[in-house]
C-alpha cells in the first residue's frame, strides 16, 4: 500500500512564494515518475511539473516554467515543488501523483497514486 502525504500550502499575497512537500509511505519515490498536478473550482485537473523515474529529467506546464521547480529528498522520500512568483490564477488545490511506469507525465489518469490535496490560495 502506497499513500502520498502533501504539506505546504496556504494563503499567499501574489509575488510570494510557497513550498509544497509530497511524502511517500510504503514505497520509496525512487521506484516511480512523480508530478504535481492542480485543480481550481469549476476547472479540470492540470498539469503542472513531473519528474522521471530517473529522476534526471523534469517536465513544467508553460504556465509555470521559470517559477516553479521540482526537486526531490531521497534521504526524506520526498518530492518538493517549490513555488515563486505566485499569481492569483495559481490558486487551486494541488496533489501530488506517482506512477509506476515512466512517460506520459502530462495525462493524470495515468497516474497510480494520489495525495489528498492541499490548498493554495493566492491574493492579487
Known amino acids: 500500500q502506497v499513500q502520498l502525504v502533501e504539506s505546504g500550502g496556504g494563503l499567499v499575497q501574489a509575488g510570494g512564494s510557497l513550498r509544497l512537500s509530497c511524502t511517500a509511505r510504503?514505497?520509496?519515490?525512487?521506484?516511480?515518475?512523480t508530478g504535481w498536478f492542480r485543480q481550481a473550482p469549476g476547472k479540470e485537473r492540470e498539469f503542472v511539473a513531473a519528474f522521471s523515474r530517473s529522476g534526471f529529467t523534469t517536465y513544467y506546464a508553460d504556465s509555470v516554467k521559470g517559477r516553479f521547480a521540482i526537486s526531490t529528498d531521497n534521504a526524506k522520500n520526498t518530492v518538493v515543488l517549490q513555488m515563486n512568483i505566485l499569481k492569483p490564477e495559481d490558486t487551486a488545490v494541488y496533489y501530488c501523483?506517482?506512477?509506476?511506469?515512466?512517460?506520459?507525465?502530462?495525462?493524470?489518469?495515468?497516474?497510480?497514486?494520489w495525495g489528498q490535496g492541499t490548498q493554495v490560495t493566492v491574493s492579487s
Open positions: 510504503g514505497r520509496t519515490f525512487s521506484t516511480f515518475a
Open positions: 501523483a506517482a506512477r509506476v511506469a515512466d512517460g506520459n507525465y502530462y495525462n493524470w489518469n495515468a497516474y497510480d497514486y
